[in-house]
Each structure stands twice: as structure tokens, then as C-alpha cells.
């Protein structure tokens, strides 16, 4: 895959929680996985290890901060974080609360379904509430020395 044909080298067609010259965090708008956010860098690159060892520092803490955000905001039982990258690859991660009633606990959210989904929707005050919480853990991660 090109940049040219790269979904994640357009701007992004989901809700962006936060952005800057690296990379954005988006909220995906998952039915059953609602505060489901994926952290999107902007450069078309495949690999984490293309990266310069300071942005792939850079990467983590915007990933680590979006966990700490979730974690604190959704309460959830665990986070899972993943990049895989199979059918896009273009570095990003997903960054997905999960609760030990959703459709798919104990699996991997893309698993074997186990029960009926128990989500409810994200309002609009927590999804403000989520960006504000984003914004600062970021700031805040990115104002730290990668030591």
C-alpha cells in the first residue's frame, strides 16, 4: 500500500480528540466498543522501527496517555493496545477499554463473540470530557524527558 491509496494519509473521517504535527488521536465511534480511540501517526510510515528512536518515544507517550485518559474517564477492567497494521500499514494504534461484560471478554475485540453487546453510546460531555483529559495527559507526557 501507497500513501496515495493509505486511509490513514487522508484526513480522518472519525471524531479527533486531539491533534498536532505528529500525529492525531481519534475516537473511533464504535457501536459496542464506544470510547474506543486509535492514535494515528500523520507521516505514511510502516513500522514503528522506521521511526527515529525519539518519535517512537513520542508515539508511546501519546499512546500511554490516551490509556491513562480512558482509564481515569471509563473505568474500564482492562486496556487492550494493539498495532498491527495487516491491512493498513501505516503506524497507528489502537487504544480499547474493555469491560469484563462487552461482547467479546475475555477475547480479543476482534474474537469470537460472547455475548449480546452491553455498551452504551459515549454523550457529548464525555466525549468533551475525554478530549480535555487527552489534551492534558499529552501535554503533560510530552513536557517529560524520554528517561
Given at each position: 500500500?501507497?500513501?496515495?491509496?493509505?486511509?490513514?494519509?487522508?484526513?480522518?473521517?472519525?471524531?479527533?480528540?486531539?491533534?498536532?504535527?505528529?500525529?492525531?488521536?481519534?475516537?473511533?465511534?464504535?457501536?459496542?466498543?464506544?470510547?474506543?480511540?486509535?492514535?494515528?501517526?500523520?507521516?505514511?510510515?510502516?513500522?514503528?522501527?522506521?521511526?527515529?528512536?525519539?518519535?517512537?518515544?513520542?508515539?508511546?507517550?501519546?499512546?500511554?496517555?490516551?490509556?491513562?485518559?480512558?482509564?481515569?474517564?471509563?473505568?474500564?477492567?482492562?486496556?487492550?493496545?494493539?498495532?498491527?497494521?495487516?491491512?493498513?500499514?501505516?503506524?497507528?494504534?489502537?487504544?480499547i477499554p474493555r469491560f469484563d461484560n462487552d461482547k467479546h471478554f475475555p477475547n480479543s475485540h476482534w474474537g469470537e463473540v460472547m455475548r449480546e453487546s452491553a455498551a452504551t453510546p459515549l454523550n457529548e460531555l464525555t466525549i468533551t470530557l475525554l478530549a480535555e483529559k487527552i489534551k492534558a495527559h499529552i501535554?503533560?507526557?510530552?513536557?517529560?524527558?524520554?528517561?
Amino acid at each position: 500500500m501507497n500513501k496515495e491509496s493509505c486511509v490513514l494519509c487522508i484526513p480522518s473521517t472519525h471524531k479527533i480528540l486531539w491533534l498536532d504535527d505528529f500525529c492525531r488521536v481519534v475516537l473511533l465511534g464504535d457501536t459496542d466498543y464506544p470510547a474506543y480511540c486509535r492514535v494515528e501517526l500523520l507521516e505514511h510510515v510502516k513500522e514503528m522501527t522506521d521511526l527515529t528512536p525519539l518519535n517512537r518515544v513520542r508515539m508511546m507517550k501519546v499512546v500511554f496517555a490516551v490509556e491513562t485518559a480512558l482509564r481515569e474517564l471509563v473505568n474500564p477492567d482492562k486496556i487492550n493496545l494493539a498495532s498491527l497494521g495487516n491491512k493498513t500499514p501505516h503506524v497507528h494504534w489502537h487504544v480499547i477499554p474493555r469491560f469484563d461484560n462487552d461482547k467479546h471478554f475475555p477475547n480479543s475485540h476482534w474474537g469470537e463473540v460472547m455475548r449480546e453487546s452491553a455498551a452504551t453510546p459515549l454523550n457529548e460531555l464525555t466525549i468533551t470530557l475525554l478530549a480535555e483529559k487527552i489534551k492534558a495527559h499529552i501535554q503533560c507526557a510530552l513536557s517529560t524527558s524520554a528517561s
